[in-house]
């Protein structure tokens, strides 16, 4: 597990299959979702419910 202040993911790789897990592996402070969407949105704050997150369209 790696902790990292700010990670940047492209919002459909939240929704491959291991993303949210990749994710929760990252233990990220904030995540910038590019492409955001709601969807994006539910599978980062499931995957991080404590991180940040700011959806970049």
Known sequence: RQAFDLVIVDAPELHAP???????QCDATLIVARGGSPAAEVAARLALPRAGLVLWR
Do not use: P
């Open 18 to 24: 291991g993303g949210a897990a990749l994710l929760r």
